[in-house]
């Protein structure tokens, strides 16, 4: 929010309604995850009542303590506090969703800190007794550094984006550098990077040829494996370390068909698919139901993780009706190395 205010485009961002619940498929239906607790558990058929008391009671403290020796996975640290049926209806789904990884290989620490902490923060190790902690650390945080109030409002849970794309806060952001006499270059590639006296020297190869540049401090945002290679001449143990860091290969497909094509209307964040249902892509998410203006008004968007003729094949399973027609819009793009995931064992090397 600082970030958008700074730039000036505060008046371009669009704020998903946090209301809008996550869908989960399974055993050919998609159910809502509840949103309000403990209200909506009710009626919340995701999980089975004894899956609900398990999960209940773990999070609420009578769980197994953790393990001494060895570092957990989410699944072992999820099946430990919540059960396996959680685990495997929720947790699952969900982490393949935005890691495109795999649970049981994860490690809970590195990928979800901040609910991995909940159990430290519980004085009995319960994940709802330590939110609860969180909660009152949070607001003495915001009491001693309150937010600037010509910022942006959001409350926690909303989604945002800007009118015309996230493409919005880069170029604001090169467009202000410029504005205070900073440079911006683009296509240029980092080909060396070396210590010299009173700070850094990176050599880039340039569409007008090498260039040297001299500077007290470099920050680099690189995928972990494209870093290793650049300083592996000056911590050939660091180098090791992040050429280990896993980037599982995923593909993103973004697709529109008519709403009429849809079993139901469209009003959530988007749709996870577990494993168990035997369905390839990750998951869907609901690009039109979020954010305005992103399809014509008798269309819906869809972004998914997958092939766009598996896609298709697993949409006709579990949103669209069987007489459904073709995508009418799609867009692809495919990323050898996608996400990182630092697997279970090595968060602390």
């Known amino acids: 929010m600082r970030t958008a205010y700074e730039t000036g485009i505060a008046d371009e961002l669009v704020l998903a309604d946090k209301r809008l ?185 340039t569409p007008n040829g090498p260039r040297a540049v001299h500077a007290k401090a470099v920050a680099c945002t690189a995928p972990a494996h494209a870093i290793g290679r650049l300083i592996e001449p000056l911590d050939a143990t660091t180098a090791r370390a992040l050429d280990k860091v896993y980037y599982p290969p995923v593909a993103s497909v973004t697709v529109a068909y008519p709403k009429s094509a849809f079993k139901m209307d469209l009003k959530g964040f988007g749709n996870l698919n577990p494993r168990s249902q035997k369905i390839r892509t990750l998951g869907t998410i609901w690009s039109s139901s979020l954010f305005p203006g992103r399809c014509p008004p008798d269309y819906n968007l869809l972004l998914n993780y997958k092939i766009l003729a598996q896609v298709d094949a697993d949409l006709r399973k579990t949103l669209l009706r069987a007489d459904a027609p073709g995508p009418t819009l799609s867009a692809s793009g495919c990323g050898p190395r996608r996400f990182p995931n630092t697997r279970s064992g090595t968060s602390r090397t």
């Open 21 to 205: 619940p996550p869908w989960v498929y399974f055993e050919g239906k998609l159910r809502p995850l509840p949103k309000n607790l403990p209200g909506d558990l009710l009626n919340f058929d995701l999980l089975s009542w004894p899956g609900k008391i398990r999960a209940g009671l773990g999070a609420v403290g009578f769980a197994a303590p953790p393990p001494s020796s060895e570092e957990e996975s989410i699944e072992d640290f999820v099946v430990r506090h919540l059960g396996r049926e959680t685990f495997e209806r929720i947790i699952d789904p969900f982490v393949s969703g935005v890691y495109a990884g795999d649970p049981k290989k994860l490690s809970m620490r590195a990928a979800l800190r901040k609910i991995f902490r909940l159990e430290t923060l519980s004085f009995n190790g319960g994940l709802v007794p330590g939110a609860l902690v969180r909660f009152r650390e949070i607001a003495d945080e915001k009491k001693k550094n309150p937010p600037d109030p010509r910022w942006p409002t959001y409350q926690a849970g909303e989604l945002g984006s800007f009118r015309n794309g996230l493409q919005t806060l880069p170029t604001a952001i090169k467009n202000k550098l410029l504005q205070n006499g900073h440079s911006v270059e683009t296509s240029w590639r980092l080909s060396e990077l070396s210590r010299v006296d009173g700070g850094w020297e990176a050599v880039f190869e």
